[in-house]
């Protein structure tokens, strides 16, 4: 992998339907993920393993504010990289590579999912873990 992980919404999409648990594996080897507006995304544990250093390279290439030190930051400030340039023109990659994230325990929405109804929009905080 390039040393400069420059977040693609392309690379997104092709890792998130890479990991995708398939109809006939073994359902232990499945993992279900609630996302924000995705009821449900399930994804296969070996695939997601193999992806894990890269979903994390580029997680790592948004804003700080997600930090769990700064205490997370709102989806919609996601569609912007840590050197503010728009990586994602459209809500589908963000969602998904929260979701990867989500998969590989280095995000967690905050605060429980049961308030995200409190929020505009019910779009919660999210918190990327070190």
């Not at 999409?13 to 924000?36: H, Y």
Request: charged share 30%; hydrophobic share 45%; aromatic share 10%.
């Amino acid at each position: 992998m390039n040393s400069t992980v420059v977040l693609d919404p392309v690379r997104v999409t092709k890792i998130f339907f890479e990991c995708f648990w398939e109809a006939g594996e073994d359902p232990s080897e499945s993992l279900v993920v609630k996302g924000i507006k995705t009821e449900k995304a399930v994804f296969n544990r070996d695939r997601l393993k193999e992806h894990r250093e890269e979903i994390i390279a580029m997680l790592d290439e948004l804003s700080d504010e997600f930090g769990e030190r700064m205490g997370g930051a709102s989806f919609v400030e996601a569609y912007l990289d840590r050197h503010d340039r728009k990586w994602a023109a459209e809500y589908p990659p963000v969602e998904q590579l929260f979701l990867l994230g989500l998969a590989v325990g280095k995000v967690a929405p905050l605060p429980p999912r049961e308030t995200w109804v409190l929020f505009p929009d019910g779009i919660p905080l999210l918190v990327i873990r070190s």
